[in-house]
Every structure is written in structure tokens, then in C-alpha cells.
């Protein structure tokens, strides 16, 4: 079955500094791919997502691109900020028009320091 | 614009009592909707999911149950809990074939 790999942390940055959090996920064909955030005691909030190969979603300084060659959707950030503090949610919804659900992967804690 | 609500927002109960935790969507109309449940430590597990009234499609087998009596109404029930239903329950929506699930604040149930 669809599965998401993310690395779980939690992950400690400085103010500033370049953030990577990778993804790769197994699936059949070309599913849709998400990056969720989550800030403590709320729900999910959608962060960015692609839904096809080479395509590249931003939202907030934030950009993943859909890697079809390397199974990979990785989330990156150029200067993080004490307020990007959140656990972060790689997931995928598979091809095709059914209402499935989505596969998460266990997200990553992002822990970010003045 | 569409919003999702869902009440309560924090529940204590006892082993073995009932449950009912209710999720409610403005804004659209025959909406996609989900129930995931997010225990400590670990992902979101897709438990239940309706395309319409009365519709419910099980992921996982337990002691919980789903119910839509009205289009933009999902329901999530126990007869009795269990000390392991405890957890974060998350009701998502999204809307005809599109992919992208939208997510309400979520019901912390503790079960002691």
C-alpha cells in the first residue's frame, strides 16, 4: 500500500538558518502530495501541495518540488523564524477521482531558536 | 468561504461510556468528509469517510462508528470506550474529485 517516510526530529534550528525537512513517499503511479502544518493544540492547516511531476508548491517562503524520479517532495525554507515552530505533515492522496483518504507520514517537530 | 467545525473541543470520559463527537461544514455543499484520529507520538490514521448522506466507508476495524444524517453533519460514536480510543480526532472536508482535505481544530478525548 501508499505510504509517506519523513524524518520525525525533532529538528532544532537557530533564527535564520536554511531548513530542509525531506519526504518520500511509495505509491502507485502519480499521486497528489501535500505539506500540513500543525501548531500545538490545533488542527491541520494546508501549507502547499503539487499535483504532478516537476511541479513546484509555495506558500509562506515555504517550496517543495514533486520529484517523480527520486519518489521525493521535500520542504525547504531559505530563513526559518521562531514562529515557523511546528510539527510539519507530509502526505499523499493517490490518482483518480475517488474521495480517498489521505496517507500521512508522522511528522517532524520543528523546533526553532532565538 | 467554507469553515469546519467540530465540538467538543476537549472530552473526559470513563471507560466503557458512550461517545459522540460532531463535525459541521458552512460554505459548500456535498462535501467530502473524513474522520482521522492522531494518537501521541504518531501520524494521523484515516478512520472513516462519506461521499454523501448515509454513505460511510470504515478504514479501520474498532469499536467506533461514523454517521452523516445530514449533508454537511459527520458524527463519530462509540457504545463504550476503551482506554485506547484515547487520542486527537480531526474531521477533514474536501469538496467533489478535488485531493485537497481541509481540516477542522479537533476533539482531544481523553479516556481514563
Known amino acids: 500500500g501508499d505510504s509517506v517516510t519523513q524524518m520525525e526530529g525533532p529538528v532544532t534550528l537557530s533564527e535564520e538558518a536554511f531548513l530542509t525537512i525531506n519526504c518520500t513517499y511509495t505509491?502507485?503511479?502519480?499521486?497528489?502530495l501535500f505539506w500540513y502544518v500543525q501548531y500545538p493544540g490545533e488542527g491541520l492547516q494546508l501549507l502547499l501541495k503539487a499535483t504532478k511531476a516537476d511541479d513546484k508548491g509555495s506558500n509562506k517562503g515555504f517550496e517543495a518540488t514533486y520529484r517523480k524520479e527520486t519518489t521525493s517532495f521535500h520542504l525547504e525554507k531559505g530563513s526559518v523564524q521562531v514562529s515557523d515552530s511546528a510539527v510539519y505533515f507530509c502526505a499523499l492522496s493517490p490518482p483518480g477521482g475517488g474521495a480517498d483518504g489521505l496517507t500521512f507520514g508522522k511528522g517532524t517537530h520543528l523546533i526553532i531558536q532565538p | 468561504s467554507q469553515t469546519i467545525h467540530q465540538w467538543p473541543a476537549t472530552l473526559v470520559q470513563p471507560v466503557g461510556s458512550p461517545l459522540s463527537l460532531e463535525c459541521t461544514v458552512e460554505?459548500?455543499?456535498?462535501?467530502?468528509l473524513y474522520w482521522y484520529r492522531q494518537a501521541a507520538g504518531r501520524g494521523l490514521q484515516l478512520l472513516f469517510y462519506s461521499v454523501g448522506i448515509g454513505q460511510i466507508s470504515s478504514e479501520v476495524p474498532q469499536n467506533l462508528s461514523a454517521s452523516r444524517p445530514q449533508d454537511r453533519q459527520f458524527i463519530l460514536s462509540s457504545k463504550k470506550l476503551l482506554l485506547s480510543d484515547s487520542g486527537f480526532y480531526l474531521c477533514a472536508w474536501s469538496s467533489g474529485g478535488a485531493k485537497t482535505q481541509y481540516f477542522g481544530p479537533g476533539t482531544r478525548l481523553l479516556v481514563l
Open positions: 460554505g459548500t455543499s456535498n462535501p467530502n
Open positions: 505509491a502507485t503511479g502519480y499521486p497528489s
